[in-house]
């Protein structure tokens, strides 16, 4: 039998990006989409590039590099939105644009409140309907490959979905979306919904059918499949279920569960090249600074180990006894190359390509240094100590300043004091400082010598690999002016990994300031 292939759209560098206290320069958005591609995604949604500057340059560059997969981009039913979306998509070799308007009356009454819209709930819903086929005949200018988002469908009410559904398509759009906006639908109840627009959208052969599900019921895999299952040909999702509040459907889970119950989903298929599942889970960990949980399904580090005696003694007998994939299915390599000071250039340059990464010739140089440095501290440099390498020196945030020394004295009965040296666009600052403990000296005195001093959010720090030369990762959050910036950094030594993270948030903070003030939080949809 013939199967029906399900489109995977990936939205973790637009709705993944959206999760609380992350963002992700352009360079490193671009890193990702080429790995996206090499997992063969149908369809990358780069960003929402009238939200920010930022957006716009990524979605443009990803346009410009990634071939393959449709470069998509979000916008709201706005011409203004959709002016800069085709902007930013111009040079992609297939692009798309995904339009779309909130549709339920919690929506309707939360965004659509002003009486310019309408009196009454019905004349607020023909606003709504007449914005939304606009917008869609508006980006049928530049495009035929048009995508409609009916906002909050899960809990929208089901004559009026039905009818925007049939006006948008009419209009010119390709591909509806049914977003569960909330997570709040059930996978009976989810499923139903899509069989039911097939039901009755009297045009609805003429569009592939998606679905977009959120996971703040622990839902949206589930509510996904049955969604196909219901003749949804078009799946929404991120890598490692990434997104606003809770999530979004995960892209792994999906593809796996249809690739491994291929029994029960035997009229559909992916073209995902599941090989690559696993170091696109770690390369978005990294960039994001998400780890992922060691139970996590699919690519969690649990997700294929076995450890109770009776477990083991099955798993050895006959693998399937506890096994329902096998973890080369996703990426999990058995055999490794083991990387020491002595492996070379060519060696490490190697290794970073396996990881997904395509570094230019400078990037190289300066993560072999660090390589190095890291190397001569460890017998042996780990895939883990590779990316926070690569997230603490591949970035495109300007390096307003540098910390190009720290010295730290602390210890029982003494006043913990500080003293670093910031390199500027045009001067080395020095400055010394005590404080409660290492890190609040180290901070005390970067504030000292950069004259910067946002409120201190919070803090973190976790061993990124095992052992006791193993690299510590600090994240701190800082905020002025009611916007928040995060930053990171990496060292064997913690109190410098979380000078490097303050001083990263300093520089992320003073480039968002310098390019005019856009917001931290981008543009509400
Ligand atoms: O969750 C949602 O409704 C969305 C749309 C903007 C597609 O992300
Ligand atoms: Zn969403």
Do not use: W
């Not at 963002?23 to 149908?42: H, M, P, W, Y």
């Not at 097939?198 to 959120?214: F, G, L, Y």
């Not at 969604?227 to 792994?252: F, H, L, M, P, W």
């Not at 009776?310 to 006894?321: N, P, Q, W, Y």
């Amino acid at each position: 039998m013939s199967k029906e292939k399900i489109i995977i759209f990936d939205t973790t560098l637009r709705d993944g990006e959206q999760a609380a206290g992350t963002r992700l320069g352009a360079r490193e958005k671009l890193e990702i989409a080429r790995q996206l591609a090499r997992l063969k995604v149908d369809v990358i949604e780069a960003g929402f590039p009238a939200s920010s500057p930022e957006d716009f340059e990524a979605v443009r560059l990803i346009s410009q590099q990634i071939e393959g997969p449709v470069v998509c981009g979000l916008t709201r039913a706005i011409a203004e939105d959709i002016e800069i979306c085709q902007k930013a998509l111009a040079k992609a070799r297939r692009f798309r644009i995904h339009t779309g308007i909130g549709v339920s009356e919690i929506h309707i009454v939360g965004k659509f409140a002003d009486d310019k819209y309408g009196k009454t709930m019905g004349e607020k819903q023909a606003t709504i309907l007449k914005m939304a086929v606009d917008a869609v005949k508006h980006t049928a200018q530049y495009t035929s490959d048009i995508e409609f988002y009916a906002e909050d469908s899960g809990r929208a009410d089901r004559g009026f979905l039905y009818e925007i559904l049939e006006a948008v398509i009419d209009a010119g759009a390709t591909t509806v979306n049914i977003p569960d906006t909330t997570g709040y639908s059930i996978p009976e109840q989810y499923g139903s919904l899509i069989r039911d627009i097939r039901a009755n959208v009297p045009n609805i052969e003429k569009a592939t059918i998606s679905v977009h599900c959120h996971d703040d019921l622990g839902m949206a895999v589930a509510n996904s499949l049955a969604g196909v299952k219901n003749g949804a040909r078009q799946v929404e999702g991120t890598i490692n279920g990434v997104g606003e509040r809770a999530g979004n459907a995960a892209i792994e889970e999906v593809v796996m569960a249809i690739h491994t119950r291929r029994d029960f989903f035997e009229e559909v298929e992916t073209g995902i090249n599941t090989r690559e599942f696993y170091r696109t889970s770690r390369m978005i960990a990294d960039l994001l600074g998400m780890p992922v949980p060691a139970n996590k399904a699919i690519v969690g580090r649990n997700a294929f180990a076995h450890s109770s005696g009776i477990h083991v003694d099955g798993f050895l007998k006959k693998r399937e006894t506890y096994e329902i994939m096998r973890p080369e299915t996703i990426g999990l390599a058995e055999s490794r190359v083991v990387l020491t000071a002595r492996t070379g250039r060519h060696g490490l340059r190697h290794r970073l390509e396996e990881m997904g990464y395509t570094l230019s010739k400078e990037e190289m140089e300066k993560t072999y240094e660090r390589f190095l440095a890291v190397a001569d501290k460890k017998k042996e440099v780990f895939d883990e100590d590779l990316a926070a390498i690569i997230s603490d020196e591949i970035h495109l945030i300007e390096q307003t300043y540098e910390l190009l020394y720290m010295h730290v004295a602390c210890g029982t009965g003494t006043l913990p004091t500080a003293s670093v040296k910031i390199k500027t666009k045009d001067e080395t600052r020095q400055a010394a400082a005590c404080g409660d403990g290492p890190v609040d000296a180290a901070y005390e005195a970067i504030r000292e010598a950069t004259g910067q001093s946002p409120k201190l959010e919070s803090y973190s720090i976790r061993a990124v690999t095992s052992g006791k030369e193993a690299l510590g990762e600090a994240t701190v959050r800082i905020s002025e002016n009611a916007r928040t910036f995060v930053g990171r950094g990496i060292s064997t030594d913690i109190i410098e990994a979380s000078a490097r993270a303050y001083v990263d948030a300093i520089n992320r903070m003073v480039s968002a300031q310098e390019k005019g003030g856009q917001p931290e939080t981008k543009a509400e949809l």
